[in-house]
Nanobody, 118 residues
Framework: QVQLVESGGGLVQAGASLTLSCAAS????????VGWFRQAPGKEREFVAV????????NYADSVKGRFTISRDNAKNTVYLQMNSLETDDTAVYYC???????????WGQGTQVIVSP
């Protein structure tokens, strides 16, 4: 079973950049699509970005297109989310997840907190 650990969050000012990391251990991480999701206070968790297992395909939520870039290094069992031009609306806990044959895994990690101040 794959275990995912998110890191890299922090408190930044609007316009700044952050890079989040999702480190995997166990299971078949490298053969799965991996996605980033986020949950803002008082809101439901929402999709942010997804990358296919060999990085051929990447998709983004409209709200982050042109600002966020998802990438992966299968040799390091790690997926990244480069976030540029951060906005206050990007404030949320960010989670990564793997896509299983039946859909996204129901096991969520602790996430990493991103706070963007005005």
């Amino acid at each position: 079973q794959v275990q995912l650990v998110e890191s890299g969050g922090g408190l930044v000012q609007a316009g700044a950049s952050l890079t989040l990391s999702c480190a995997a251990s166990g299971g078949t991480f490298n053969s799965r699509d991996v996605g980033w999701f986020r949950q803002a206070p008082g809101k439901e968790r929402e999709f942010v970005a997804v990358i296919s297992r060999y990085s051929i395909s990447k998709n983004y939520a409209d709200s982050v297109k042109g600002r966020f870039t998802i990438s992966r290094d299968n040799a390091k069992n790690t997926v990244y989310l480069q976030m540029n031009s951060l906005e206050t609306d990007d404030t949320a806990v960010y989670y990564c997840n793997i896509r299983l044959p039946a859909g996204w895994s129901t096991d969520w990690g602790q996430g990493t907190q991103v706070i963007v101040s005005p």
